[in-house]
């Protein structure tokens, strides 16, 4: 099975889109890197940094006989862009997307995929917290995971295929239904987001401590919040309204679990936390020895180690 | 005003104590150095490591002839420390500790500390994940903050000389009262730990989700608060048990916030949504424009960018 695909169309450019582009292009996993963004600035900057072959701000023109279609926008816009390119793809053309939602897309996208197309969703689960093309890398998926949501129908060819390129772009690949995955990520990726947005809002609201004090004492552990609550604002916001089932039920387990640490802290409960306290530190030893994280202090951050 | 001390006694010798030595040793900020755990393997290791000119099992002897005396093992150990040491202060010395909470200890410690013993409580800003002896490094405390709380009594002269003690390891060193402090560290510490601690535990307890999905897509966002939530258990305890008061008040109101959220996202609000992940991208830009913490992406884990 070759990696290779003709014609690959990115349908945003942002930080994932873009991290592909150069992800393909380090893998020579495409002969042709189409790009689309709806705003011309944005192509102004990809056009500079020189990781896409053609560039438009037409999302039809982009499609024109690609082999590979990738939605690359925030979730929200799937449904229209869908809509617009649908009659445009090339019969055989595989049409997939990298949202971090997989139950939605195929809500929005599937009604109007067309015969002889493969829609597979995918999800590479990696990222930073900066958005925009100029922010993507070809590192990106080195090592992550991407998880592909095929319908039951769905070739398997074809899907071998879609693997086969995301392998080429340095991830390894995971096969489950769509509902799983929204829950798998609400756990893993969602519900902390919100989390973090939450503490970095809360901080910032109150009025008894200063804005100067947050950020000043914030290497106490308030600094790791605000990474990935500085993520893109409407790529979450379209997360958060197109996942809502599993997140509010995650979100009532964290609750439910945060009110008997708090009803512990209240009546001085030591145990409960020593041995909460004690059963998270091996999940992160775990993390680190699957390779999904680095095991240097702080996240490696500079601040040296002399030994 | 120098920084230097002629013995300085390290009373507990984990992260912090360790640190503190190697960054003593640097700075040439004392001509002696002794060490003292409760452990018999932990003055072990330390010895093969070097970091101290004496090291003992019995605080006693440890802060013997000493003019800076460092309480540094987790708070709940301090008030029975104070009683068995205060006997033994030489007058005119300092003694500090660098515990997370500073209420309780001024109320543990306080009623101890012999007359000509200058009682001046300290809290670096500053740490990782790891602990124990062989986890110190010298550089740990460089551009961080080192609040110090001092009791209205206290004497300016001591004050001076222990904060150019900490300027002298590398800190910027702030002064405040106790109960500000234990409320401002509330929020940038204790809170964000709790709920870091409780999101681990939350994925770890749901039977919906394996613990493999959750390690293995773990870079989506929950890593990050693993990191933080393997920190030292024992510490840890003993900052909750001893910081209930601001603990709860702050927790309160993340709950309210956490709900409010939880209530834009029931009822499709993203308006609500992008307004506070707008809002706390800011936050993120002006703890990195104070330098405290890293600008590069994903804390600059090694997952490199290619320009």
Redesign the interface.
């Known amino acids: 099975m070759t990696a290779k695909f003709g014609k690959v169309a990115l349908l945003g450019i942002g930080l994932i889109g873009s991290s592909m582009a150069?992800a393909i292009r380090r893998a020579g996993a495409a002969e042709h890197i189409a790009g689309y963004s709806h705003r011309a600035e944005t192509l102004e900057v990809a056009r500079g940094l020189g990781f896409a072959d053609s560039l438009s701000t037409n999302p039809v023109e982009c499609v024109k006989d690609a082999d590979l279609v990738v939605l690359a926008t925030p979730v929200g816009a799937f449904g229209e862009l869908a809509e617009k390119i649908a009659p445009h793809l090339k019969k055989g053309a595989i049409l997939s997307d990298v949202g971090?939602v997989k139950g939605a897309v195929i809500r929005d996208v599937g009604p109007f995929v067309p015969d002889g197309v493969h829609f597979i969703p995918a999800h590479p689960?990696?990222?930073?917290?900066?958005s925009g093309p100029s922010?993507g890398?070809?590192?990106?998926f080195?090592g992550?995971?991407c998880?592909l949501t095929p319908v039951p129908a769905t070739s398997d060819a074809a899907v071998e295929k879609l693997k086969a390129f995301w392998q080429a772009l340095g991830s390894q690949v995971?096969v489950m239904d769509a509902r799983r995955h929204d829950?798998?990520?609400a756990?893993?990726?969602?519900?902390?987001?919100?989390?973090?947005?939450?503490?970095?809002?809360?901080?910032?609201?109150?009025e008894?401590?200063t804005?100067g004090?947050?950020?000043?004492?914030?290497?106490?552990?308030?600094?790791?919040?605000?990474?990935?609550?500085?993520?893109d604002?409407?790529m979450?916001?379209?997360v958060?309204?197109n996942n809502?089932e599993a997140?509010?039920e995650?979100?009532g387990?964290?609750?439910e679990?945060?009110?008997h640490?708090?009803r512990a802290?209240?009546w001085?409960d030591?145990d409960t936390?020593?041995d909460?306290?004690?059963?998270?530190?091996a999940?992160?030893?775990?993390?680190i020895d699957?390779g999904?994280?680095?095991p240097?202090?702080?996240?490696?951050?500079?601040?040296?180690?002399?030994?």
Chains 1, 2 share one sequence.
């Open positions: 150069h971090s689960i990696a990222g930073t917290e900066q922010a890398f070809a590192e990106l080195d992550r995971w998880i995971e829950l798998v990520l756990i893993t990726s969602h519900v902390p987001h919100l989390i973090a947005y939450n503490i970095v809002g809360t901080a910032d609201d109150l008894t401590v804005e004090e947050v950020i000043k004492f914030s290497a106490g552990g308030f600094r790791d919040f605000t990474r990935i609550a500085a993520s604002p409407t979450w916001r379209d958060f309204l809502k997140v509010l995650i979100l387990r964290f609750s679990d945060l009110f640490l708090q802290i209240r001085s030591g936390l020593f909460l306290f004690t059963r998270t530190r999940i992160r030893r775990s993390i699957a999904q994280d680095t240097a202090p702080n996240f490696g951050r500079g601040e040296k180690k002399d030994k």
